[in-house]
């Protein structure tokens, strides 16, 4: 039987952090901090847990999991602090502003001896794990190419929000929902050899990027051609993964994405129109609570997460290669 651990503790209690806390997976929160200390006290009330100062938190007993979803100059400091006091983290993406603040937390992981998760729930999406069941059972042949666009529209005052602050977010778009495609990318392609591409602000009154057009090459010469954009005026996700024999499609990711789609096209001896497979996944969202559930395993078998530092320092040495192309500094 899984035994889950002692108990979660919850570092930022913004809509993330709310996510997080539904989603346990079974186990127990034990105490919230946040910048806000009426948010913690209000995350941490109906779960009878406590509310505190983050570094009370990362030292409590009763919290063997530290779960970071602050802004994102906080998370390495927070994920390292955690760390030194033996916990294990979840720690939401992008895990640090950039490669070299990331840099100190494998370097605190690695001397702590605990896991640490990074939060790439998209791949716990029923689409992309019915995708990855098909990519893993050899459906699509021989890997070609993927091509993936991402993007939102922003909101009324987006520009004066905390990820238009380059300090904070130590990125625009790009560090933001692009870390999410990076990741996603390399799942099917591998390790990108070869990066291209420009980040640019086109819309938005802000220091960082709003859209970011990358072209990553593996050293197969697979390559993902990818887009993300917060000025996409209708919310909208699509990754398409071609192989020599098939081509899969995922479309949405519910709510504003709209409903969550994979297509399986199987090209036929004759070639001419495919074979075509659809599934709709129309649920409410599971992937937060898968996510977190594969982390408790994780620690319960001493296991090294999937989606775990490398993941993340993969998809930060991609997006710092950008934006030094493109002339923007975290």
Same mark, same amino acid.
């Given at each position: 039987m899984n035994t889950a651990p002692a108990g979660i503790g919850i570092v930022g209690c913004g809509l993330i952090g709310r996510k997080r806390a539904a989603a346990l997976a079974g186990a127990r929160l034990a105490a919230c901090a946040d910048a806000d200390a009426s948010r913690a006290r209000?995350?941490?009330?109906?779960?009878?847990?406590?509310?505190?100062?983050?570094?009370?938190?990362?030292?409590?007993?009763?919290?063997?999991?530290?779960?970071?979803?602050?802004?994102?100059?906080?998370?390495?400091?927070?994920?390292?602090?955690?760390?030194?006091?033996?916990?294990?983290?979840?720690?939401?993406? =992008?895990?640090?502003?950039?490669?070299?603040?990331l840099d100190r937390v494998i370097a605190a992981a690695r001397a702590s001896g605990r896991l640490v998760r990074v939060g790439f729930n998209h791949r716990?999406? =029923?689409?992309?794990?019915?995708?990855?069941?098909?990519?893993?059972?050899?459906?699509?042949? =021989?890997?070609?190419?993927?091509?993936?666009?991402?993007?939102?529209?922003?909101?009324?005052?987006?520009?004066?929000?905390?990820?238009?602050? =380059?300090?904070?977010?130590?990125g625009g778009e790009l560090i933001d929902q692009g870390v999410h495609l990076i990741d996603l990318a390399g799942?099917?392609?591998g390790d990108f050899t070869d990066v291209a591409g420009h980040a640019a602000t086109m819309f938005w009154k802000m220091p960082v990027d709003d859209n970011a057009f990358l072209t990553l090459r593996t050293a197969g010469g697979q390559t993902a051609f990818l887009h993300v954009s917060c000025t996409e005026w209708?919310?909208?996700?699509?990754?398409?993964?071609?192989g020599r024999d098939a081509k899969l499609h995922i479309d949405g990711l519910g709510g504003s994405y709209g409903v969550e789609r994979l297509a399986y096209y199987r090209m036929l001896p004759q070639m001419g129109p495919p074979e075509t497979t659809l599934w709709e996944y129309p649920g409410a969202d599971s992937s937060w609570a898968l996510e977190f559930a594969e982390f408790l395993e994780d620690i319960r078998l001493g296991r090294e997460p999937s989606a775990g530092l490398p993941a993340a320092r993969a998809a930060l040495k991609v997006v710092g290669r950008v934006y030094d192309m493109s002339g923007y500094g975290a």
């Open positions: 209000s995350l941490a009330a109906p779960a009878g847990a406590a509310a505190c100062d983050w570094r009370d938190l990362v030292r409590r007993e009763d919290v063997a999991v530290v779960v970071v979803a602050t802004t994102n100059d906080a998370l390495a400091e927070i994920s390292i602090a955690a760390l030194e006091a033996g916990k294990h983290v979840l720690v939401e993406k =992008p895990a640090a502003r950039n490669v070299a603040e716990y999406h =029923p689409a992309l794990r019915k995708a990855r069941e098909l990519f893993d059972a050899g459906a699509l042949g =021989p890997m070609m190419f993927v091509r993936g666009r991402y993007g939102h529209g922003g909101r009324v005052g987006y520009e004066k929000e905390w990820r238009a602050d =380059p300090a904070k977010s130590g799942c099917f392609l209708k919310n909208l996700f699509s990754l398409e993964i071609y």
